[in-house]
């Protein structure tokens, strides 16, 4: 028994036949809050307000808090409390929740059946002042849902369309964080919100948006390439103005840091062999599609620039047949680049020391060669259109020349120049990998991860499309 007659229960306790006691006073640490809602003033009465959290005091009970009142006391106690904090609910009263009831929708998943309700006028909140608060806090890094019902970012962009506006579960790693953005409200409201880019081991991206001002700072802790998020409950849904599926931090969501589960460990392993560039990120990409002899959809020049405006998928491959153009290996134009292996960004030529802050090489000061590749670009061209600046793989570039880095850059420029025009202008088959338009790039990037010459007349005429 607390004082004042209050009676200290864990949630495991509450049950129905105490759900008329309002006395009773619950210890457990805030795993997640919403912002508050306010309600516009009635019948002469003073505006009221509603904030809601979700509290948990053991592995396998956890429930919703409904904090009622004035505006201005419920303004106070939502920016008060935060995720992490443990907090004393004195004379909380438990309402147990309909099936079905239409406000479950709009709250995270608990375990509990009852939901914690706190007035203003007989309620109270405060933070837990006894030395056992660090028992809560292995509670935050247990996910509210299954490991097994996560779904991969790669299936979320490959059916978009059955997922639009749905909730998923995703076990993911922080791959980029972008600075907080003031926007206003469709009522005028002053909002901030922040975008950050996450990634899981189907080596697939999704932007997800934050909007309440507890997550939106949380973000500040958040490390790329190294804190791992268990998110329950992402709602993902399809955006117009980025044309690609798109996750948001809504009502129900609950965001666990650094989860502990076996698939953390892996995760964080994986995320550290991913570049943290884009460009570096697009050639490992690159590198790691299968059997290249697998790319048999044959497609247009132009259906592949229609399908790349539109969007509607993460990245895809393609087989043209077209004539090859723009090959500038004679000319001003520089065809090599030596990049960091650490991080695959290119480096300066006179002193090869990698000057990104965020790879390892520089924050650990380890010695990681350099390596020089070809970096060339080339337009591709058939009867619907043309393919500009596509980039080949260093190993397309290296099989279509058929020498390497070394002996390309010791040739004499007349070499150069006969072997330019052995490929310029003749009927090539190259399989491509195509990335629609993104915050990062202002349109397509086509990857060439092979090109060769067709001999025959007769493939040639098979295979080219109509249209």
């Known amino acids: 028994m607390a004082s004042n007659g209050v009676q200290r229960m864990y949630l495991r306790e509450i049950s129905p036949s105490t759900a008329n006691q309002d006395n009773i006073f619950v210890v457990a640490i805030i795993i997640a809050k919403q912002p508050p809602r306010i309600f516009p003033a009635k019948n002469n009465e003073a505006p009221r307000g509603v904030f809601n959290f979700t509290v948990r005091d053991s592995p396998t009970h956890y429930s919703n808090v409904s904090v009622w009142g004035s505006d201005a006391y419920v303004n106070i106690i939502s920016s008060s409390f935060h995720i992490g904090d443990v907090v004393d609910l004195i004379n909380v009263k438990s309402i147990f929740k309909k099936a079905n009831e239409r406000e479950n929708l709009f709250q995270p998943m608990v375990t509990c059946q009852f939901n914690l309700m706190i007035s203003?006028?007989?309620?109270?909140m405060k933070l837990h002042n006894i030395n056992d608060c660090?028992?809560?806090?292995?509670?935050?890094?247990?996910?509210?849902?299954?490991?097994?019902?996560?779904?991969?970012?790669?299936?979320?962009?490959?059916n978009n369309e059955v997922l639009?506006?749905?909730?998923?579960?995703v076990l993911v790693a922080v791959h980029?964080?972008?600075?907080?953005?003031?926007?206003?409200s469709k009522d005028g409201r002053d909002l901030e919100t922040r975008?950050?880019?996450?990634?899981?081991?189907?080596?697939?991206?999704?932007?997800?948006?934050?909007?309440?001002?507890d997550n939106v700072y949380r973000v500040e802790n958040w490390i790329p390439h190294e804190t791992v998020l268990f998110i329950a409950h992402l709602k993902v849904d399809w955006s117009p103005y980025k044309a690609t599926m798109t996750g948001s931090i809504a009502s129900r969501t609950i965001v666990t840091e650094n989860p502990s589960l076996a698939e953390t460990q892996s995760l964080k392993k994986f995320v550290q062999t991913v570049p943290r560039k884009t460009r570096a990120f697009i050639d490992q990409l690159a590198s790691n599609c299968p059997?290249?002899?697998?790319?048999?959809?044959?497609?247009?020049?132009?259906s592949i620039t229609n399908k790349a405006a539109a969007g509607g998928f993460e990245n895809m491959t393609a087989l043209i047949y077209a004539s090859l153009q723009d090959l500038d290996i004679d000319g001003l134009s520089p065809i090599t680049v030596t990049k960091c292996k650490g991080c695959g960004m290119?480096?300066?030529?006179?002193?090869?020391?990698?000057?990104?802050?965020e790879c390892q090489t520089t924050s650990e000061r380890k010695i990681i060669p350099c390596e020089t590749v070809f970096n060339l670009r080339v337009s591709l061209v058939d009867h619907t259109g043309c393919l500009r600046d596509c980039r080949l793989t260093s190993n397309a570039a290296q099989n279509l020349l058929g020498c390497s880095v070394i002996q390309f850059e010791s040739l004499p420029e007349e070499k150069k120049t006969e072997l330019k025009w052995e490929f310029l202008m003749t009927q090539c088959k190259a399989r491509l990998l195509i990335l629609p338009a993104s915050r990062e790039f202002a349109r397509p990037v086509i990857s060439v991860l092979s090109i060769e010459k067709v001999s025959d007349w007769r493939e040639l005429t098979a295979n080219l499309p109509m249209f």
């Not at 639009?164 to 579960?169: A, I, L, P, Q």
């Open 346 to 357: 290119q480096v300066p030529e006179d002193t090869f020391t990698c000057k990104d802050p």
């Open 195 to 213: 975008e950050v880019i996450v990634i899981d081991e189907s080596c697939s991206k999704l932007s997800v948006q934050l909007w309440d001002a």
């Open 176 to 184: 980029n964080v972008y600075p907080i953005r003031q926007i206003k």
């Open 120 to 124: 203003e006028r007989t309620s109270d």
């Open 291 to 302: 059997d290249l002899n697998t790319i048999t959809n044959v497609m247009s020049c132009k």
């Open 164 to 169: 639009r506006g749905k909730f998923v579960n």
């Open 134 to 158: 660090a028992q809560f806090q292995p509670l935050l890094r247990l996910p509210t849902q299954p490991s097994s019902e996560v779904t991969l970012l790669q299936d979320i962009h490959s």
